[in-house]
T-cell receptor
Framework: GENVEQHPSTLSVQEGDSAVIKCTYS??????FPWYKQELGKRPQLIID?????GEKKDQRIAVTLNKTAKHFSLHITETQPEDSAVYFC????????FGPGTRLSVLP | ETGVTQTPRHLVMGMTNKKSLKCEQH?????MYWYKQSAKKPLELMFV???????ENNSVPSRFSPECPNSSHLFLHLHTLQPEDSALYLC????????????????FGPGTRLTVL
């Protein structure tokens, strides 16, 4: 089955700096790669996703890149703000997907 | 409100109790999921139902028993649980497997915080 690793497990950045979270996956059949954000005490919510036929996708301050050959994908957040502080989960799969262990991002004012 | 509700929000039970968690989605989705979230294994998939049929069971102990009577409702029946089963149980729904080439966003409920004494 699919196995997803995620790094780093915790990340602290200064407000305004960029943050990068990296994930690797094991199943070459995976073709859908979503990213979920979970704020403290709240439910996970999708923030961006990418499909295997696309190498990069951007939505305002967030972007995701995918390297299918190397089986890794990354989340990039630019101009970070305190409200970006949360746990971020990557996932890989198809109709169903396996989540990574999460990255706790802290944006320091 | 994302359209997925869960009750109860908090539950404390003894190891000999029997209880049920309820999930309801108002999004017209055809697939529903149970996840367990704990410090040890965040967002661990337990069960998947598509068109009311169970399509995946990730080797979950039999003390957890799911039920999906229709596409809008999902239950998780609990009996003789262990303290290590204490966790946040999240329900989610998506458009579902009938759109086999569609990679669907999962909408999560608020979760049930379960404590097993």
């Amino acid at each position: 089955g699919e196995n997803v690793e995620q790094h780093p497990s915790t990340l602290s950045v200064q407000e305004g700096d960029s943050a990068v979270i990296k994930c690797t996956y094991s199943d070459s059949a995976s073709n859908y790669f979503p990213w979920y954000k979970q704020e403290l005490g709240k439910r996970p919510q999708l923030i961006i996703d990418i499909r295997s036929n696309v190498g990069e996708k951007k939505d305002q301050r967030i972007a995701v890149t995918l390297n299918k050959t190397a089986k890794h994908f990354s989340l990039h957040i630019t101009e970070t703000q305190p409200e970006d502080s949360a746990v971020y989960f990557c996932a890989a799969g198809g109709q169903n997907f396996v989540f990574g262990p999460g990255t706790r991002l802290s944006v320091l004012p | 409100e994302t359209g997925v509700t869960q009750t109860p929000r908090h539950l404390v039970m003894g190891m000999t109790n029997k209880k049920s968690l309820k999930c309801e989605q108002h999004l017209g989705h055809n697939a529903m999921y149970w996840y367990k979230q704990s410090a040890k294994k965040p967002l661990e998939l337990m069960f998947v139902y598509s068109l009311e049929e169970r399509v995946e069971n990730n080797s979950v102990p039999s003390r957890f028993s799911p039920e999906c009577p229709n596409s809008s409702h999902l239950f998780l029946h609990l009996h003789t649980l262990q303290p290590e089963d204490s966790a946040l149980y999240l329900c989610a729904s998506s458009q579902g497997a009938q759109f086999s080439l569609s990679y669907n966003e999962q909408f999560f409920g608020p979760g049930t915080r379960l404590t097993v004494l």
